[in-house]
Nanobody, 120 residues
């Protein structure tokens, strides 16, 4: 079973920056892909960014050029650096990942979410 724990959320002013982290723990062989999704009040959950074990990255259109996803494979952690934040970025940010279990099966995991609020 894989557990994901997010950290780094909070309140930031428009134009500011914030860094989120996600740490994976538990019993698994390796990860396939990890990523961030977000959900604002009254809206559907949307893709923010993903990064594969090979380092291939995907970004949601609304964050391209402002957000950067990275990972530390040795520590099973993933980070999201968010620059030029806007009020529209206000949401709960969720870490997710697909992992190979020791049995060879694929397991999906989600974190509890961390609140990011962009406001004056």
């Amino acid at each position: 079973q894989v557990h994901l724990v997010e950290s780094g959320g909070g309140l930031v002013q428009p134009g500011g920056s914030l860094r989120l982290s996600c740490a994976a723990s538990g019993t698994f062989a390796s990860d396939i892909v990890m990523g961030w999704y977000r959900q604002a009040p009254g809206k559907e959950r949307e893709l923010v960014a993903t990064i594969t074990s090979d380092g291939d990255m995907t970004y949601g259109e609304s964050v391209k050029g402002r957000f950067t996803v990275s990972r530390d494979n040795g520590k099973s952690t993933m980070n999201l650096l968010m620059n030029s934040l806007k009020s529209d970025d206000t949401a709960v940010y969720y870490c997710m990942g697909n992992f190979f279990g020791v049995d060879g099966a694929v397991y999906a995991a989600w974190g509890q979410g961390t609140q990011v609020t962009v406001s004056t």
